[in-house]
């Protein structure tokens, strides 16, 4: 796996993660939205963590300064 997941990006990706899941921890948000927050949450974080993207890589993008 070859990084495709750029400083600034992943930063985003990082804090986008972090909300959605504390926002599903404090009950903002509920049922189906609870469920879809949380999974969009830890996806966010573990992209952000592995600064691998799949998406990126089916699509040919990357965010990386080569």
């Known amino acids: 796996m ?3 997941v750029g400083t600034a990006d992943r930063a985003i ?14 009950g903002s948000l509920s049922g189906t939205a609870a469920w879809i927050g949380g999974i969009v949450g830890v996806v966010m ?5 592995m600064r691998f993207c799949p ?3 089916l699509l040919g993008v ?3 300064k080569v």
């Open 55 to 57: 998406a990126y890589r």
């Open 2 to 4: 070859t990084a495709n």
């Open 45 to 49: 974080l573990a992209t952000a963590g």
């Open 62 to 64: 990357s965010t990386c």
């Open 13 to 26: 990706r990082f804090a986008v993660g972090l909300v959605l899941l504390l926002l599903v921890a404090i």
